[in-house]
């Protein structure tokens, strides 16, 4: 399909490695052209800002989303083409730099896209007077090489996408047969042409290619195929018809040559030698093309047509008059012009069976487009090698070696500006736009044969020479002026009637006799000047051979100087490959080097950002220690405290139990002594309580006091000791928290906390104005009696900025009946030791009370006091 050798086993130049320098890559060339609307009240939507820049406006009926989907929005192209634009000046921007390409041998692709009913096969084909694209495209090839076109069937084509070359003696022959065949299948040597084909293109807008290889010979194949429903079918082949059972037409299948091009197997290839048989043929595949009617085009597409233009080259020998016998010479370039279906909606078109599985395989195969167009996009921008789907479409895969850098890409967005087709052209803007940032590889070029150029010239600048030293010499020569063999020609008279009436005629006779002699004798003038015309011609050529002798000679001679600049230059070539391949070898070890050098500073560049973050993350954690040990400093300072004072508190609680205990020896001794003395009507002084040693400094820090039993009859007036208030009535705050089931009880003494916060439910905002906490617990005895318990607690503070409360004592209040108590202790057999009184025998006031201040002065109460039914018990 693509410039290669045919049938040589090794390709006459290799194939052209994908290029890394973006400097060698060219974006796909998209072009725009913008046709007018059908009707003059219809709604536009399109707008040509400048002749890059078109702008799609908003139509009526249709709203903003959120997304911004539907809006106003500009679109650039490489050139926009407006409605009034001719096919002539689209075809000199699009379509002639890829024909000048197809005739300097290299490979060219150009496709119309765009919706229903935008003009893509108008723009294409064209119609009388207004040629497109493809009728142009021919013009000028035939214009281009038509003096240089080889004779028929000299190129022919084989069955793997290659081209070979016949003598001409055999292209003779071949011409021959064609030729005996085709008279017997049409009897008329020349077909009339479509009149809608017959002029295409005006006489004045006729162009051709500059610099063509005069040395060179051409032939053009053409083939028209269809992909339908993503079948391939050949427009060209000629099966036989049978009207009682006919055929359907066979589809094809892809192939890859042995240079991993694509090409349709079995596609029929036919050489053209005029623009008019050309067309002839092109109009014959055109008749078979499917279409069909549908809401929005009256002949719409309904495949993608693939009209391939073949230019096979080859050189011409050393004389310039045959085409060089050397297969390896023969190159083959390719031009491709793809009219694609248009994309359609089918709630628009109203499709319904065969129509509806059309416009979905159509949708589908431009879906596959625009997918590996995507991909080709990403993996060229974003550096990715992600697979391209060409195989998902039968579009892609026969076009996918252009993409992979086989020759040049064009694509015409066609659009019609109506409101009604906004959607769908929306969609073609932006597949338009992402195809514009798809690059692919630069065709390399042709090289050129090793002979001289001119050759051609030179042949005919010599037989123009021989002509004129002919004429020179009295040949034969055309003009006023004839020579004298014409002369005797024209003189030669013609034979009289030799027919003979009667015995006695002598006329006949004589006279034809005197015509004869006078014939026979302009023929031996004849024989003479022939005769004197062949010494001059010998002798002209005897000159000419020794001018040709002294030619060769030269030849020779510059053929071996010729020799000695060849061997000289693949001595060069020899030193330029090896530098070459020094220089690659230096290239690439620079490449590895700057790699090695680039890894080694990312590695450089993360082991400093590992550094950096692991002193930052050691200055957190020595930061973190030192407050850490600020804090345990702080901690073990605080239960070092803690520790002296509970320590001072327990030893001072010790040395009061003990002062106790002593003291109750002592009032025990005295009492007994009294009991001695009460005969004697004496009555002991009641020595006075020794007295407390000093509290700790911090007066909430003490320890229960054991209640000591009263001395049952007191025999001096009690010694009021030091009022002591209880440990709650300090100068503190306190949370008194009273659960809201509380029972008053009918006490004299009740607990009362001073300046303390009253609350039903502990709350935050109540602790964190308090340092104490203490809650009241009521709750029933054994003995059936109510038994109240206050649990105190030290409020501190949390490290989440909220309130704790760790809970020291427990202080209880409990209401009893002493008469119960006595009958129970009498019953049970506990009564009190010897020589004490029972609780029940303590009547009188000025004894309890006594008893109630001893009390007072040798136990450590809180809130309530123990007052014979009322008394206290600590725990800790």
């Given at each position: 399909?693509?410039s290669?050798?045919?049938?040589?086993?090794?390709?006459?130049?290799?194939?052209?490695?994908?290029?890394?320098?973006?400097?060698?890559?060219?974006?796909?060339?998209?072009?725009?052209?913008?046709?007018p609307?059908?009707?003059?009240?219809?709604?536009?939507c399109?707008?040509?800002?400048?002749?890059?820049?078109?702008?799609?406006?908003?139509?009526?009926?249709?709203?903003?989303?959120?997304?911004?989907?539907?809006?106003?929005?500009?679109?650039?192209?490489?050139?926009?083409?407006?409605?009034?634009t001719?096919?002539?000046?689209?075809?000199e921007?699009?379509?002639?730099?890829?024909?000048?390409?197809?005739?300097?041998?290299?490979?060219?692709l150009?496709?119309?896209?765009?919706?229903?009913?935008?003009?893509?096969t108008?723009t294409?084909?064209g119609?009388?007077?207004?040629?497109?694209?493809?009728?142009?495209?021919?013009?000028?090839?035939?214009?281009?090489?038509?003096p240089?076109?080889?004779k028929?069937?000299?190129?022919?084509?084989?069955?793997?996408?290659?081209?070979?070359?016949?003598?001409?003696?055999?292209?003779?022959?071949?011409?021959?047969?064609?030729?005996s065949?085709?008279?017997?299948?049409?009897?008329?040597?020349?077909?009339?042409?479509?009149?809608?084909?017959?002029?295409?293109?005006?006489?004045?807008?006729?162009?051709?290619?500059?610099?063509?290889?005069?040395?060179?010979?051409?032939?053009?194949?053409?083939?028209?195929i269809e992909?339908?429903?993503n079948?391939?079918?050949?427009?060209?082949?000629?099966?036989?018809f049978?009207?009682?059972?006919?055929?359907?037409?066979?589809?094809?299948?892809?192939?890859?040559?042995?240079?991993?091009?694509?090409?349709?197997?079995?596609?029929?290839?036919?050489?053209?030698?005029s623009?008019?048989?050309?067309?002839?043929?092109f109009?014959?595949?055109q008749?078979?093309?499917?279409?069909?009617?549908?809401?929005?085009?009256?002949?719409?597409?309904?495949?993608?047509?693939?009209?391939?233009?073949?230019?096979?080259?080859?050189?011409?020998?050393?004389?310039?008059?045959?085409?060089?016998?050397?297969?390896s010479?023969?190159?083959?370039?390719?031009?491709?012009?793809?009219?694609?279906?248009?994309?359609?909606?089918?709630?628009?078109?109203?499709?319904?069976?065969?129509?509806?599985?059309?416009?979905?395989n159509?949708?589908?195969?431009?879906?596959?487009?625009?997918?590996?167009?995507?991909?080709?996009?990403?993996?060229?921008m974003?550096?990715?090698?992600?697979?391209?789907?060409?195989?998902?479409?039968?579009?892609?895969?026969?076009?996918?070696?252009?993409?992979?850098?086989?020759?040049?890409v064009?694509?015409?967005?066609?659009?019609?500006?109506?409101?009604?087709?906004?959607?769908?052209?929306?969609?073609?803007?932006?597949?338009?736009?992402?195809?514009?940032?798809?690059?692919?590889?630069?065709?390399?070029?042709?090289?050129?044969?090793?002979?001289?150029?001119?050759?051609?010239?030179?042949?005919?600048?010599f037989?123009?020479?021989?002509?004129?030293r002919?004429?020179?010499?009295?040949?034969?020569?055309?003009g006023?002026?004839?020579?004298?063999?014409?002369?005797l020609?024209?003189?030669?008279?013609?034979?009289?009637?030799?027919?003979?009436?009667?015995?006695s005629?002598?006329?006949?006779?004589?006279?034809?006799?005197?015509?004869?002699?006078?014939?026979?004798?302009?023929?031996?003038?004849?024989?003479e000047?022939?005769?004197?015309?062949?010494?001059?011609?010998?002798?002209?050529?005897?000159?000419?051979?020794s001018?040709?002798?002294a030619?060769?000679?030269?030849?020779?001679?510059?053929?071996?100087k010729?020799?000695?600049?060849?061997?000289?230059?693949?001595?060069?070539?020899?030193?330029i490959?090896?530098?070459?391949?020094?220089?690659k070898?230096?290239?690439?070890?620079?490449?590895?080097?700057?790699?090695?050098?680039?890894?080694?500073e990312?590695?450089?560049?993360?082991?400093?950002?590992?550094?950096?973050?692991?002193?930052?993350?050691?200055?957190r954690?020595?930061?973190?220690k030192?407050?850490?040990?600020?804090?345990?400093?702080?901690?073990?300072s605080?239960?070092?405290?803690?520790?002296?004072?509970?320590c001072e508190?327990r030893?001072?609680a010790?040395?009061?139990?003990?002062?106790?205990?002593?003291?109750?020896?002592?009032?025990?001794?005295?009492?007994?002594?009294?009991?001695?003395?009460?005969?004697?009507?004496?009555?002991?002084?009641?020595?006075?309580?020794?007295?407390?040693?000093?509290?700790?400094?911090?007066?909430?820090?003490?320890?229960?006091?054991?209640?000591?039993?009263?001395?049952?009859?007191?025999?001096?007036?009690?010694?009021?000791?030091?009022?002591?208030?209880?440990?709650?009535?300090?100068?503190?705050?306190?949370?008194?928290?009273?659960?809201?089931?509380n029972?008053?009880l009918d006490?004299?003494?009740?607990?009362?906390?001073?300046?303390?916060?009253?609350?039903?439910?502990?709350?935050?905002?109540?602790?964190?104005?308090?340092?104490?906490?203490?809650?009241?617990?009521?709750?029933?005895?054994?003995?059936?009696?109510?038994?109240?318990k206050?649990i105190?607690?030290e409020?501190?503070?949390?490290?989440?900025?909220?309130q704790?409360?760790?809970?020291?004592?427990?202080?209880?209040?409990?209401?009893?009946?002493?008469?119960?108590?006595?009958?129970?202790?009498?019953?049970?057999?506990?009564?009190?030791?010897q020589?004490?009184?029972m609780?029940?025998?303590?009547?009188?006031?000025?004894?309890?009370?006594?008893?109630?201040?001893?009390?007072?002065?040798?136990?450590?109460l809180?809130?309530g006091?123990?007052h014979?039914?009322?008394?206290?018990?600590?725990?800790?």
């Amino acid at each position: 399909m693509f410039s290669r050798p045919v049938k040589g086993k090794t390709p006459r130049r290799p194939a052209p490695k994908k290029p890394s320098n973006n400097t060698l890559k060219d974006p796909v060339g998209v072009y725009c052209r913008v046709r007018p609307l059908s009707l003059d009240d219809q709604e536009c939507c399109v707008e040509v800002i400048s002749s890059t820049t078109i702008q799609l406006h908003l139509p009526d009926g249709i709203k903003v989303n959120r997304n911004g989907e539907y809006k106003e929005t500009q679109y650039s192209f490489k050139k926009v083409f407006g409605i009034k634009t001719s096919q002539m000046e689209l075809f000199e921007d699009v379509a002639k730099p890829l024909v000048d390409d197809l005739i300097h041998g290299k490979n060219g692709l150009l496709f119309t896209y765009g919706v229903t009913g935008s003009g893509k096969t108008y723009t294409m084909t064209g119609s009388p007077g207004q040629g497109g694209l493809l009728p142009r495209s021919l013009d000028m090839i035939f214009n281009s090489i038509g003096p240089y076109q080889a004779k028929r069937y000299v190129f022919k084509t084989d069955d793997k996408n290659g081209m070979e070359i016949q003598n001409q003696v055999d292209a003779l022959l071949e011409r021959q047969k064609r030729e005996s065949q085709q008279s017997l299948k049409t009897p008329s040597s020349k077909q009339k042409l479509d009149p809608e084909f017959a002029d295409m293109i005006a006489p004045e807008e006729a162009c051709k290619a500059e610099a063509v290889d005069d040395d060179s010979s051409y032939s053009v194949f053409v083939s028209y195929i269809e992909i339908y429903n993503n079948y391939i079918y050949d427009l060209l082949e000629e099966a036989p018809f049978d009207p009682i059972k006919p055929k359907p037409p066979q589809s094809k299948i892809l192939r890859e040559d042995q240079n991993h091009n694509m090409y349709v197997a079995g596609c029929t290839e036919l050489e053209v030698k005029s623009t008019e048989e050309a067309f002839e043929v092109f109009w014959r595949g055109q008749k078979k093309r499917r279409i069909a009617n549908t809401q929005l085009n009256r002949e719409s597409s309904r495949s993608h047509s693939v009209f391939i233009i073949k230019l096979a080259q080859a050189p011409l020998d050393a004389d310039g008059d045959n085409v060089l016998q050397d297969k390896s010479q023969v190159s083959v370039s390719q031009l491709c012009l793809v009219d694609l279906a248009g994309s359609e909606r089918t709630s628009r078109t109203r499709a319904e069976g065969s129509r509806l599985r059309e416009a979905g395989n159509i949708n589908q195969s431009l879906m596959t487009l625009r997918t590996c167009i995507e991909v080709l996009r990403e993996n060229q921008m974003c550096g990715t090698n992600k697979m391209v789907p060409y195989r998902d479409s039968k579009v892609t895969h026969l076009f996918k070696n252009y993409f992979d850098g086989e020759g040049k890409v064009r694509m015409i967005v066609c659009i019609n500006p109506k409101a009604d087709d906004y959607e769908e052209t929306m969609l073609v803007m932006r597949f338009a736009e992402m195809t514009q940032e798809v690059e692919v590889a630069r065709p390399v070029d042709r090289p050129i044969c090793g002979f001289t150029a001119g050759r051609r010239q030179r042949n005919q600048a010599f037989k123009e020479e021989l002509s004129r030293r002919l004429e020179e010499r009295g040949g034969p020569v055309n003009g006023d002026n004839p020579s004298v063999i014409e002369l005797l020609l024209q003189s030669f008279p013609p034979l009289p009637p030799s027919e003979l009436t009667d015995p006695s005629d002598d006329q006949t006779l004589p006279r034809l006799i005197a015509v004869l002699e006078k014939r026979h004798r302009i023929r031996q003038m004849i024989t003479e000047e022939y005769n004197k015309a062949a010494d001059s011609l010998k002798a002209m050529l005897q000159e000419f051979d020794s001018t040709l002798t002294a030619k060769e000679n030269f030849i020779h001679e510059q053929r071996g100087k010729l020799g000695e600049k060849d061997r000289l230059l693949v001595t060069h070539k020899t030193e330029i490959d090896r530098l070459e391949k020094k220089c690659k070898t230096l290239e690439y070890k620079i490449d590895i080097l700057q790699k090695t050098t680039n890894i080694y500073e990312e590695d450089k560049r993360t082991l400093q950002q590992e550094l950096e973050n692991r002193d930052q993350k050691l200055q957190r954690e020595l930061s973190d220690k030192r407050r850490m040990e600020a804090r345990m400093h702080g901690v073990v300072s605080e239960t070092k405290m803690k520790w002296e004072k509970e320590c001072e508190r327990r030893v001072a609680a010790k040395q009061m139990e003990m002062q106790n205990k002593l003291w109750v020896k002592d009032e025990k001794l005295k009492q007994l002594k009294a009991i001695v003395t009460e005969g004697k009507g004496e009555r002991p002084e009641k020595p006075e309580r020794p007295e407390k040693p000093e509290r700790p400094s911090r007066e909430k820090d003490r320890v229960p006091q054991r209640s000591v039993s009263p001395l049952p009859v007191p025999t001096a007036p009690p010694v009021r000791p030091r009022h002591r208030r209880s440990r709650s009535a300090g100068g503190e705050r306190w949370v008194d928290h009273k659960p809201a089931s509380n029972l008053e009880l009918d006490t004299v003494m009740q607990p009362n906390i001073p300046n303390a916060i009253k609350v039903s439910a502990p709350s935050e905002k109540a602790l964190s104005k308090c340092e104490k906490y203490v809650l009241t617990h009521q709750e029933i005895a054994s003995d059936g009696e109510i038994e109240t318990k206050l649990i105190k607690g030290e409020v501190f503070k949390t490290r989440g900025g909220g309130q704790a409360v760790q809970f020291t004592d427990i202080e209880t209040l409990k209401q009893e009946s002493p008469t119960a108590q006595s009958r129970k202790r009498r019953s049970s057999g506990n009564g009190p030791p010897q020589g004490e009184p029972m609780e029940g025998d303590w009547t009188d006031v000025e004894t309890r009370c006594s008893v109630a201040v001893e009390m007072r002065a040798g136990s450590n109460l809180g809130p309530g006091y123990q007052h014979h039914g009322l008394q206290k018990r600590r725990k800790p």
